[in-house]
């Protein structure tokens, strides 16, 4: 068995355990293996233990690894999620090359999302990413803007809104780390009771999939703890190697 086998094996039974102490059924969560920073050999490693959807925070690396991905594993279906934040200039790659985008906090980047949507393609499907706790230089709707983004969201016909996604800072206190997750479960039932029919909450990373669970994710969105410490996004330069 590969590391990554084991690993993936590992985190379906974090998640499957989760579900059980939740009283859910594990079929309704979905686990996404967050492959940035990875290369294709790990992303086949994770197909052939039977992965089948992973995400991608950097928009270059993630369409470069969709199309490495076909050329490795021509056939197999994958399906792939963009989790980063997405800027403008950026909008046609994701549209083009993406089945999934959780980070759109911004009408203007959902019309470019919806405008550049490939005719040839199922509709984008969309989670808005939600800012609960503050910082204003954080990525993310505030809350009391989002019920006039998601409704101007779901009325673009190149999308498909499906619901909220969230990263509450990290926490050592469960219950404050519950919290936060509520929080967003609460907003995604007030637009639910506004007529908007949504059924994704993508909450839960590696450190904190098991609250995530409890609060209600339908989406768990684990890098480490599948494919392990990440390797240094920067290369090293030249001048940095070099100096003493
Ligand atoms: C990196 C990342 C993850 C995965 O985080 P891990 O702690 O490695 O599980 C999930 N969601 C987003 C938005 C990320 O950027």
């Avoid at 686990?31 to 270059?60: C, H, M, W």
């Avoid at 690396?61 to 991905?69: F, I, N, P, S, W």
């Avoid at 469960?174 to 029919?197: C, E």
Wanted: proline share 6%.
């Amino acid at each position: 068995m590969t590391t990554i086998e084991g690993n993936l094996q590992q985190v379906r039974e974090r998640v499957a355990r989760a579900c059980a102490a939740a009283g859910r059924d594990v079929k309704t969560v979905t686990l996404l293996a967050v492959s940035k920073t990875f290369g294709p050999d790990d992303v086949a490693a994770a197909v052939a233990a039977g992965q089948r959807a992973f995400g991608e925070n950097y928009i270059q690396e993630g369409v470069e690894k969709v199309l490495a991905m076909r050329a490795l594993l021509p056939g197999q279906t994958l399906e792939w999620h963009c989790i980063g934040p997405v800027q403008s200039n950026k909008t046609r790659l994701v549209a083009t090359h993406f089945d999934w985008v959780h980070s759109v906090d911004r009408l203007k980047i959902a019309q470019r999302l919806s405008e550049q949507r490939p005719e040839d393609r199922a509709p984008l499907q969309v989670c808005l990413q939600v800012n609960v706790d503050g910082g204003a230089n954080k990525s993310g709707v505030a809350p009391d803007e989002l019920p006039a983004l998601a409704h101007a969201v779901a009325a673009l016909p190149r999308l498909r809104l499906r619901g909220l996604m969230c990263i509450p800072e990290p926490s050592e206190d469960p219950m404050v780390q519950r919290s936060a997750f509520r929080q967003v479960r609460g907003l995604q039932q007030g637009l639910v009771d506004q007529g908007l029919s949504l059924d994704v909450l993508s909450m839960g990373m590696s450190d904190d999939l098991e609250p995530a669970v409890a609060e209600g994710s339908t989406m768990v969105r684990v890098g480490r703890a599948i494919f392990g410490h990440r390797p240094r996004k920067e290369p090293v330069t030249a001048s940095a190697a070099g100096s003493a």
